[in-house]
């Protein structure tokens, strides 16, 4: 299976912007997914799950701005983020959790200016 991100760009603060997590196969009706941020000199961090049943968590920093979903028919998971900030820039990645299913692509970058 492969999870290619895409749907990234440059943003001012408070706009929205839609990130999707295109998959190769069938993957989000078995697995836990989450999409994680890794901003600059900072360690990547979790952001958003989406479980099997439906089950939605957010970090606290994101927590009512951001919106987790799944098309399974589309085989795309999507992370819509509203009332962008600064510390929202980095890149965004797809995956499992908590084992990763994939390695780490390259993500789409989001750039939130002030």
């Known amino acids: 299976v492969q999870l290619q991100a895409s749907g990234g760009g440059l943003v001012q603060t408070g706009e929205s912007l839609t990130v999707s997590c295109a998959a190769s196969g069938d993957i989000f009706r078995s697995n836990v997914m989450g999409w994680y941020r890794q901003a600059p000199g900072k360690q990547r961090e979790l952001v958003a799950a989406?479980?099997?049943?439906?089950?939605?968590n957010y970090a606290d920093s994101v927590k009512g701005r951001f919106t987790i979903s799944v098309d399974n028919a589309k085989n795309t998971m999507y992370l819509q983020m509203n009332s962008l900030k600064p510390e929202d820039t980095g890149v965004y990645s797809c995956n499992c959790i908590p084992a990763l299913c994939v390695l780490w692509g390259q993500g789409t970058l989001v750039t939130v200016s002030s």
């Open positions: 989406i479980s099997r049943g439906g089950s939605l």
